[in-house]
């Protein structure tokens, strides 16, 4: 009996053993997500330091749009290192709604860095090399230049921090995503030394390490040209630039796509043509005075078309391409004016590309609308479904729709999903006043409601704003009730206008629906 007793105890410990080191093997969870590639803005290389500086701000304006989990800049932030630049780079930037996280190039650097270049950088912009972890996988920012011209100090402090970031990760088996700027190399493993790449023996070694160490991506920038390579599964991708592209490419970044760790896409996202010149994020008159004033002039803010650099000169060319694009609002993610008048798809308006799509009878009523057309929904099974917009857990957002009809319980905006989505816009189920079933997922955390009614048959203007810490709901532009919700429920799905998130019986809406506009930061109407 002793025997079998002890053999119990060492059958228990083994299998603590076992089960120790399997946890420790094992991959830690992972979500799917998006996240942005921007490489070389380069403020004063490009088409002007004006240019330059437009060029960044559409980029930060579609990062903002893209509903991403963060960006990458795979330096040259800007051309020349100064005060003013990195003042400029970085108060445009701060206008992102998710993190940044930049990596210098050699223009921010230089070419050989020394200890006062670095110094300066990261007094300025902090770590030129640092990780951090996002949804179960690693990301790691690396200064490629102390590769390219080593220096004595610097350079080996960073082989030592990389060796121990890769073995860190490998360790949970954390896939890993690493940013720098100079490519590896541009056509083959084996390519000379030249100015885009790193150094061949340096190459080798961090090739083989990368491999090693469970890295699945190395994004870069400098050759301000498309480079495209795999490396024994590792996709090597050196992007296009905001700033000027050598071989004709327009501007843009790159637009990721992570699945899971063997699903990993990504794809070009192009620059809309700078149109705002006032800086005022609406595209009106104030922009067509501007482009006046510099009439048959060759200057290059207001030289847009042909699309994307220009011909040299202000004219009827470039008045065209911004009539097409007046009274257009930047700070839009999507807007819907619903001023069709026939056809199944509801145009947006913003530029995000989210045309929506009816589903059942709905009819269009192109002069009865509160802001020219609406659309008439049965309350049956009229809606209209859009693509993803935005996740509302991100950051701050606000959104507007006039509103006519209706019964209590039914829906004016919802998030698909489940679980996620939510109801963002509703007339409550006793009295139809306005109410908002979007918010945290604490126990505590309720829906919101009003005591104002928005189903007496009148138009309404309704809205729900979160500023990151608290919810407002409004009825004709008054603040109607707020509460203090200092996150919301998370969902990447598309929205339903005019139906809940689940389209369940009761929650479709029965009157018209007009001008549903949902903008990137929290505003009032």
Known sequence: MKQSGNLRICLVLLALVAGSAAGANQSPTTEAFTFAQIADPQLGWGYGYDNDMNSLRQAVRLVNALNVDFVVICGDLVNSFSDQSIADFKAITSGLSVPCYPAPGNHDVGNAPTASSLERYRAAMGADYHSFDHKGYTFVITDTSLWKAPLAGESEKQD???????????????????????????????????????????????????????????????????????????????????????????????????????????????????????????????????????????????????PPYGDGIVDANDVTLLAEHLFVDLRWAACWKLDEKSGDTAHDSSGTRADGTLHGDPIWRPAGGQVGGAIELDGIDDYISTPSVLDPSKAPFSVFVWVKGGAPGQVVLSQSGTPGGANWLRAGTSDGSLMTELKGNGRSDRPLTSTTIITDGNWHHVGLVWDGSNRTLYVDEAAVVADTQSNLGSSYEGLNIGAGRSLDAGTFWSGLIDDVRIYNRAMAP
């Open 160 to 306: 030592a921090w990389l060796s121990q970031t890769l073995t860190a990760a490998r360790a949970k088996n954390s896939p890993v995503f690493v940013a720098g700027h100079y490519a590896l190399y541009l056509t083959s493993p084996t390519d000379a030394e030249e100015y885009y790449n790193l150094p061949v023996a340096k190459r080798g070694e961090l090739l083989a390490l990368y491999k090693d160490s469970g890295v699945v991506a190395v994004l870069g920038g400098h050759k301000h040209e498309l480079v495209i390579n795999d490396y024994n599964g590792i996709q090597l991708v050196n992007s296009e630039a905001t700033s000027r592209n050598t071989d004709g490419r327009p501007l843009g970044l790159r637009l990721w796509h992570v699945d899971s760790p063997t699903s990993i896409t990504h794809e070009f996202v192009a620059l809309a043509p700078g149109l705002d010149f006032n800086g005022d994020e609406v595209i009106d008159t104030a922009d067509m005075l501007i482009m006046a004033n510099h009439w048959k002039q060759d200057y290059a803010p207001c030289d847009i078309a042909p």
